[in-house]
């Protein structure tokens, strides 16, 4: 016999399931949705004119916005322990570029000034409404304040005038902004070294490739592969699991939802309970953190695990636990044992995952089965040197 536990995750009546554990809290949602709306508001006023002024540049370069990571792709999650955690939103600054100069030029000096810009723009706002500014390697942080427990990474992209044209998140499809200026123009120390797509410039002054509507791409055709809201549901309870046991650092969230997506496409029949499609996840998780995780259409297939050795060893043994945990409960115990069942899952999720344990029941352990069929033979993809975020 088998034990299913998906109404601890997901389909039980109660209130306190898994899933509903995570939201993030709704005041958390609205200081965060009011904060983005402001700062984009304030951006488009105060880039054209600071742009202006200190680079003569014309005033009518309008910067287009892109909400981005988990709240781009649903996985956002109620942080586990308050603090050091926090709610991230990240919100890309999009600025135009015509055309691609290259010249002898070192190109620190372009990145360093767009931080610049949207440092000293945001001062001002920031002063008002009690927030803090950071400079990180690769976006600036405004951090909100008053109790929220939240915060707003603006990353700063450069994006040729094509792919910039598609940004609509927030202007109309039927609005063309006047694009007469270029950041080619703006900023013109800078070396291109034939860069062709969207860039994100660093804290160090480099400039480096990264265009994340791959990542968007990616998942929501994952999504459409793979069972749309149960692989959302799934990545959320691997990021739960890995907020659980680390304040800080631990699996990226990147690093999590690559290697769930890659081991469910490996599997012929999807299971349609969230348990059996964790477990299976989980049974492949170890392994995948120890090595380098790569997805071809991500980034041209860089190494997606930046974790040093120690941390993968530890990360692996962790995951292994979570493995070994749902793999005794599902299938090891009866239903006389579902208290204890229960309490062995909360060790692994935390406390967040609700004691519910008449909400488990007792399956044929052939209905538990998951076919997979034998692993995909592919050429390892080339791991390039990079810079991407």
């Known amino acids: 016999m088998a034990l299913n536990v998906s109404r601890l995750l997901n389909h039980s009546q109660k209130a306190d399931r898994f899933i509903d554990n995570l939201e993030v809290a709704s005041h958390r949602k609205d200081v965060i949705q009011e904060a983005a709306k402001i700062i984009k508001a304030h951006l488009r006023q105060t880039i054209p004119d600071w742009l202006a002024h200190n680079l003569q540049a014309e005033a009518n370069v309008t910067p287009r ?6 709240f781009a792709y649903n996985t956002a999650n109620e942080p586990c322990h308050f603090p050091p955690q926090e709610v991230d939103r990240d919100i890309g600054i999009y600025l135009p570029v015509n055309h691609w100069e290259e010249n002898t030029r070192s190109p620190k000096h372009a990145a360093r000034t767009y931080f610049r810009m949207v440092e000293e723009v ?73 860069l062709d797509s969207i ?50 650092g631990g699996p990226s969230s990147i690093l999590l939802m690559v290697s769930a997506c890659q081991t469910l496409e490996n599997i012929i029949d999807l299971p349609s309970r969230d348990d059996l499609m964790l477990k299976a996840v989980c049974a492949e998780l170890p392994q995948q953190l120890r090595g380098n995780v790569c997805e071809r259409r991500i980034g041209d297939g860089e190494n997606l695990n930046r974790m040093s050795e120690p941390e993968r060893v530890h990360a692996s043994s962790l ?19 579902k208290e204890q069942a229960n309490l062995e899952l909360r060790t692994v999720f935390g406390e967040r995952l609700p004691f519910l344990p008449n909400e488990i029941e007792q399956c044929n352990q052939q209905v538990a089965i998951i076919r997979q069929q034998p692993a995909k033979v592919v050429a390892a993809p080339q791991v390039h040197k990079t810079h991407a975020g």
Not at 65 to 70: R, V, Y
């Open 65 to 70: 916005f892109m909400t981005q990571g988990s």
């Open 122 to 194: 945001m001062q001002p706002l920031s002063k008002e409404k009690g927030w803090t500014l950071s400079r990180k390697e690769r976006c600036v942080r405004v951090l909100l304040n008053h109790g929220s427990s939240a915060h707003i990474d603006l990353p700063l992209y450069a994006a040729p005038l094509k792919d910039f044209e598609t940004i609509t998140e927030t202007v109309a499809k039927s609005r063309r902004a006047s694009m007469s200026i270029s950041l080619a123009s703006a900023f013109s120390e800078q070396e291109w070294d034939n």
């Open 319 to 337: 995951a292994a636990k979570l493995s070994h945990a749902l793999n005794m409960v599902m299938d090891q115990m009866n239903l006389h044992e």
């Open 199 to 248: 860039v994100l410039a660093c804290e160090n002054g480099e400039w480096s490739k990264s265009d994340p509507r791959e990542v968007i791409r990616w998942f929501r055709q994952c999504r459409t592969r793979l069972g749309d809201e149960r692989l959302v549901r799934v990545c959320r309870y691997l990021k739960a699991w890995r907020d659980h046991h680390w304040k800080n």
